[in-house]
């Protein structure tokens, strides 16, 4: 096991910026995102993880839901490709094609990005409004295999917060699903 200095992207600080390859062959930039939207959520996925696929359909639900506000949610694979031998960039489309992804699908192959915004497990969101800054972090909801139950939306909610000019009643939770594993 790999020890590695934490970095963390605290509520109230400014998200780090990121240029990053995409399933469709382009490159993203966030300072991009945050001059056409609103609102950006970075949400850590990979292809392998159980509580991604638990979660991929809220995920383009709130992508629907949300996207006619000037909001996209981007999904961020910061998975370590050497561990796991079916990680890659093929596999990534593939793995979009056949969810449906209605989002940016984005590659972190160094981990840079996914070290610097502090992620840890796998799903984990970030929403970021659109001056840069952190707003909420942490669970999308509280429910994670059942999607129908009664729990706290957490991200969702944030969302529709920051839209309506509310404060972020919980800005913070601790993340929940697969511990992301670090390149040596």
């Not at 000037?70 to 793995?95: P, R, V």
């Not at 970021?128 to 706290?152: A, C, F, M, W």
Request: net charge negative.
């Amino acid at each position: 096991m790999n020890i590695l200095e934490a970095i963390d992207t605290p509520i109230g600080s400014y998200a780090p910026d990121f240029e990053l390859p995409g399933i469709d062959g382009q490159v993203h930039h966030l300072r991009r995102y945050l001059e056409k939207f609103r609102a950006v959520a970075v949400v850590f996925i990979c292809n392998h993880c159980p509580y991604v696929e638990w979660y991929l359909d809220r995920l383009k639900n709130l992508q629907a839901e949300f996207a006619p506000e000037s909001f996209t949610l981007i999904g961020m694979n910061g998975s370590n490709e050497h561990h796991e031998s079916g990680l890659n960039f093929e596999n990534m489309k593939a793995f979009a094609q056949r969810h449906q992804l209605n989002f940016p699908y984005l590659w972190d192959p160094t981990q840079d990005v996914t070290r610097s915004f502090g992620a840890t497990k796998t799903p984990m969101a970030f929403l970021i409004d659109s001056t840069g800054v952190v707003r909420y972090k942490g669970q999308i909801d509280n429910h994670p295999q059942d999607p129908s139950s009664l729990g706290e939306d957490y991200l969702r909610t944030a969302i529709a917060s920051l839209f309506q000019g509310q404060e972020i009643q919980i800005p913070q939770t601790e993340p929940i699903g697969t511990t992301l594993i670090w390149r040596n």
